[in-house]
């Protein structure tokens, strides 16, 4: 199976729960990097779906270093390539690098600044950092850019609720 539809297979599987389907994403994350060791997009979704499972779930530290090597090799093999930038960003806040986050995902944004699964990536990412203001407004643009993707109304809700705004979008009184 060409490395691509094993991507392509693991990102059907990302959303679901359970240890056993974590598993299987990295299983099937593992034939693809195996399969095109030199691909950039491949180490990039290596670096975005296990960092899913991992931001989402939890997981082991040996994994959480794993995509963000990936991530680094990404950047690597393919500088312009936006979603090499962007999985650098997500790994880099699975462990918990603000500052080394937003520069990845400044890079990703300046080379393709309407691209909606980066801005979700980049949301989730600064939602598990703590920079609730950044992820809502970066969620809200993804949500425009693609009003398909369930993950970004979804972290915008708990942005929002994290901060304190109501359901009619005004700030709630804070005790």
Known sequence: M??????ANARQLRWLHGYTVIEEVKELMDEAVARAPQSA???????????????HRG?????????????????????????SHCAAGF???NLGRLDDSTRSFER????????AEIHS????????????DT??????????LD?????PPYVAARAARALGYTKRGRLAARM
């Open 135 to 144: 992820a809502l407004i970066l969620a809200e643009r993804a949500t425009t």
């Open 59 to 83: 997981d082991r530290e040996d994994r959480i270093v794993s995509a963000h090597e990936s991530a680094q090799r990404a950047v690597a093999l393919r500088p312009d390539l936006a979603k």
């Open 108 to 115: 990703a944004f300046a080379l393709d600044p309407n691209n």
């Open 121 to 132: 990536f980049a949301a989730q990412a600064f939602f598990g950092l703590g920079a609730l």
């Open 91 to 93: 790994a880099s806040a």
């Open 2 to 7: 060409h490395a691509h539809l094993v991507v």
């Open 147 to 151: 009003s398909e993707d369930i993950m």
């Open 41 to 55: 997009d491949v180490q990039a979704e290596y670096a975005m779906l296990v960092g899913c499972t991992i931001l």
